[in-house]
């Protein structure tokens, strides 16, 4: 396998998981700040900040799914 072979196989990987690969981040992040930290450090949640970052990733997640709808894979 060549140099530009392996390129090819590499980038065509990374632009089909790239994006689904940053879902799972974000949605993990909204669990791990939203629910995780504040039970492990027993504090009360900021339920403002907590809706500001779930509207944020919600918008990633509809931007998403808009282009999946008009095939701009």
């Known amino acids: 396998m060549t140099l530009k072979e392996l390129e090819a196989a590499l980038l ?3 632009r089909v998981w790239w994006r689904p690969i940053a ?3 974000i949605a993990g992040g909204v669990v ?3 629910i995780v930290l504040p039970l492990w450090r ?6 403002m900040g907590w ?3 779930i ?3 919600s918008t990633a997640f509809a931007v998403r799914t808009w ?6 894979d």
């Open 55 to 57: 509207t944020a990733c």
């Open 42 to 47: 027993q504090e009360s949640l900021d339920l």
């Open 23 to 25: 879902c799972v981040g």
């Open 51 to 53: 809706a500001a970052v």
């Open 67 to 72: 282009e999946k709808l008009n095939a701009n």
């Open 12 to 14: 065509e990987r990374v």
């Open 32 to 34: 791990i700040h939203g």
